[in-house]
């Protein structure tokens, strides 16, 4: 069922396409080509109440709503997963207001909304991918007035984020920040690619893809074009250095992939597995087989495509 | 086991209909109605406008029926569907002068034009449980009393009184008189200005409200009030069409207004003269509009040049926290899953406790030869 | 003046989509500067607009944003057609303006005459759209920056000689600064403040 009709019949009320109406798109695309325009900078907007609660991706829905159009094929992922809760959420929206067609495969879809994750699969030249973002401003744990980190961009001060950082090495050997790692743009603005593992961080260096952000609640939107610097801020003696696992994933032994962690039983039962879903079943599909994947089959927890 | 989340789509829908069956309850008890909701939780139903921003009594009794009488969940049904409504244009301004009073009171004067005007008001009724109203079908109500004397056709604002002898801060708008701030299609900057305060505060969470002026009055922000005027009643919205260049009158909104009087020192330029603390609310809702005035006069510190020490008095503070749709979004958003972040906090706690039992078990084995010499 | 000098042209027939249409190609132009891109011919521009000027504006003008217009054009079907269709303010000073039009063989107005943005707000900046003879067969400008792998080279002609001192101008004062869109015909090509000027042969 759709729920938008472009040219109303005058009988009965109905939603524009992709929810949003035409003037509130126009604000944001502006804001967006600002935001391509100075790589890393947070450009504020006249966010819109949506029908999804703030801090469950009205931002990235915003963004992709302004957008999507009918040659589009969209992708919405949650922890990394299509199947989340959320992303099917989300994905049911756009099918219902913008008649989207979707898709799970990571090379077929033109938007790819993502809260947490960027997929495992290199990301392609004409691919979109657009961040939900619940706090777009890296400095804000470290100065809670948003009139002072304004001027700390502005003025390029990032000094207080290498102390802070530095202090993590001090006391723990390490940065101790795991996700939404800070990130330097084009040599410019410090930028939080939001709450994505710092495991992902390296793939938005150069990527060939354009990288939209949207924080709904925060009224912030901000961008990072294909082939752009994004580096990971660290140290000379400390590189920055991403996660890692002991084991590969127990379903499709993907030894380079963010893995999940399973509690399969109260003996101290792990069970480690691709965080990215589709990737997973791909290698599967291809014949790659992890350890325990007999076993998850035989329960029907997953389909074992190598099995007749 | 492994718990493989296929079938989300399935399990979305189920928790609709489960949300309609806790919605409705025992089917044995007849369902509320929308309109008994709008004339009997009228108080309920005031709240919801403010916090939603929109002044529709019969959608805002929708909301909270269909919310379970949730008014967080309420204003922001009322806020999704409000935001696609196309605009108009602005009314013309509203002028609480001339509101029909349905309750006003003073704690400045003992008496003035107009009198004390107490109204519905629970505020002498020593919330004693009035037990026969558990009977499905009351007795007979015993009318009203009718006023033995109608109100007076005057009613002037207890501001405006001081204003004429020059002791009342003046509200003027700003140079030029440009259209307000709005910050329902605008994205906020700071220092904010008074109208985007004002606006804020006007859909800002009740009990938030509250608890700010409440902590201006214990000392957490330098305010002495008196309660000038509290007035309630309706109050005509008129509006001006382009193409008829005369206001028409729309219909009557209920309001209450909430107009503070406080202490000010003055400055070398300006003799001394009170300050004013201003709160607007839709509905009857004065413990809104009264707290809203309590924050509105402490977050003008800045242009008093008063220390804004206190989170009364910090515009930034105010206008981002008191958002309870924003609020509650995003602290229930932790309930969504965040577990590939826990897994990158897990993988480096440890690590990091490996690597620090390694490195004192290094130590020990240096340590040992060196005590045996 | 005849009748129909004050006819005002059709918009767009289809809004919603052909809007969407030509942003997505806007949105590719500015985050991969130097690369052409079809805004298609879904109107038929008024009298001293590129057909991609109009539809840009159509797409992204409304009455939250000034145009500035050269006086010939403000005053003219143009700034007629961009009224009605956008409801846009037409503004004198270059400063004031959300997007501008300019003639890019003119040697006025130059672009540091629109608003930069300041360094806490750089959005805050003019879009202008240069409006030139051709986006190739000029002297090769070879750009470098975000959005660019490698380098990437351009030859746009019918610009004034100072032009490309100008944009280097522009990219010097960064993150401040305008965002340019060469337009012609139906195509535009962007030079977003971020795009250096590496050579030009």
Redesign the interface.
Known sequence: MTVHQSISDETRPAYNYAYLDEQTKRMIRRALLKAVAIPGYQVPFGSREMPLARGWGTGGIQVTAAIIGPDDTLKVIDQGADDTTNAVSIRRFFERTADARTTEATDEATIIQTRHRIPEAPLKAGQIMVYQVPQPEPLRKLEPHEAETRKMHAWAEYGLMQVKLYENIARFGEVTTTYDYPVMVNGRYVMAPSPIPKFDNPKMQMSPALQLFGAGREKRIYAVPPHTSVRSLDFDDHPFRIQSWEQPCALCGAADSYLDEVVIDDQGGRMFVCSDSHHCETRRAEGHRGAMLADASALHLVEDEAKP | ?????????A??LATHDLVAEARRGDENVPELGVAQIREQMGLACGRVMNEGSLYDPDLAALALKQAQGDAIEAA?LM??Y???L?RFGSSEPLDTAKMSIRRRVSATYKDLPGGQVLGPTYDYTHRLFDFTLMDQAAPAESPARPATQPLDASMPRVPDILGAEGLMEEEAPPAGDPRPFDL????????ADRDVRLQAMARGDEGFMLGLGYSVQRGYGNSHPFVGEVRVGEVAVEYVPEELGFAVDLGDVTLTECQMVNQFAGSKEVPPQFTRGYGLSFGHSERKAMSMSLVDRALKAREFGEAATYPAQQD?FVL?HSDN??A??????LK??????F??????IRR?RK?REQRLADQQSEALPEAAE | MTPNDTLIGAGFADPVFQSQGAFRALLAALSEPGLACDLGDAVVPPAGLEPATAVALLTLADYETPIWLPAALRDGPAGAWLRFHCGAALVDDPAKAAFAVIDGAATEPKLAAFNAGDDQFPDRSTTVLVQCAGLDGGEAVTLEGPGIAGQRSIAPTGLRPAFWAEVEDNAAVYPLGVDVLLVHGAQVLGLPRSTQIVEIR
């Open positions: 086991m492994y718990v493989a989340v296929k079938g989300g789509e399990a979305i922001f806020r999704a409000r935001t696609t196309p329902t299609r605008e994205p906020v900057t700071f220092p930034e981002y749709v924003e509650a979004g995003f602290v229930e958003h969504l899953p965040h577990y590939v972040d897994q990158g906090e897990l993988e480096l990091i690597e």
